[in-house]
């Protein structure tokens, strides 16, 4: 069994294990939450102290949810096939960088302290968040891969769902486009329901 620091609204965490999923994997990794007592233990393997970090079989880790899957992908070849690894893995780092300038909005004012948070700050985060959505809004017809799942669908999914759930910003209100996507893939990604963000 693999052991994978887990929460329920880290979206690095949702995105290797829908990678587990997609790769059949999934009953093979125990999730330990932070009530476990081997919880900050697993979590300091990573001198960054984030998660997720996953123990493998022979005791070894990875940290950082790129490297997980890239390691998921090895053993089954399908999250990132060879044939179109350079499209799938800058697809990737498109739907990270969605992520992260949400994470930075919502860190913005949970970190303020008593202060407002700074709306510079937060405006260029979500400049970035749009510009992103307007661009995949109209390349996403291009992102069908023989009707393939793959990881670049699974951190765009994970990416607009958290948009959502934090309510950084509502691209339902008019990307056509990516809500027709987001609904087609919701319903064929493997655990989609199981890993959905939740407090």
């Not at 994997?25 to 970090?53: G, M, R, T, Y």
């Not at 023989?146 to 958290?162: F, Q, R, T, W």
Request: glycine letters at 4%; one cysteine or more.
């Amino acid at each position: 069994m693999y052991q994978l620091t887990f929460s329920p609204v880290s979206p690095y965490v949702r995105k290797v294990r829908l990678a587990s999923y997609l790769t059949g994997i999934s009953h093979e990794i125990d999730l330990v939450n932070a009530q476990s007592n081997v919880f900050e233990v697993i979590k300091s393997k990573n001198p960054l102290a984030k998660i997720p970090v996953l123990i493998k079989e022979d005791g070894d880790y990875l940290f950082d949810s790129r490297v997980i899957i890239d390691f998921f992908n090895r053993k089954k070849g399908i999250l990132i096939p060879e044939k179109q690894r350079d499209l799938i893995l800058t697809r990737c780092a498109l739907s990270e960088g969605i992520i992260d300038a949400a994470l930075l909005f919502v860190y913005s004012t949970r970190y303020a302290g008593d202060k407002e948070p700074s709306k510079v700050w937060q405006e260029l985060q979500l400049s970035k968040i749009k510009n992103s959505l307007t661009f995949l809004n109209k390349d996403i017809s291009n992102w069908n891969f023989e009707n393939k799942l793959n990881a670049s669908h699974i951190g765009l999914i994970v990416a607009l769902d958290y948009l959502s759930f934090r309510k950084v910003f509502d691209w339902k209100k008019d990307l056509k486009n990516l809500i027709d996507w987001h609904k087609n893939i919701s319903k064929e990604l493997p655990g989609y329901i199981d890993t959905f963000p939740k407090d």
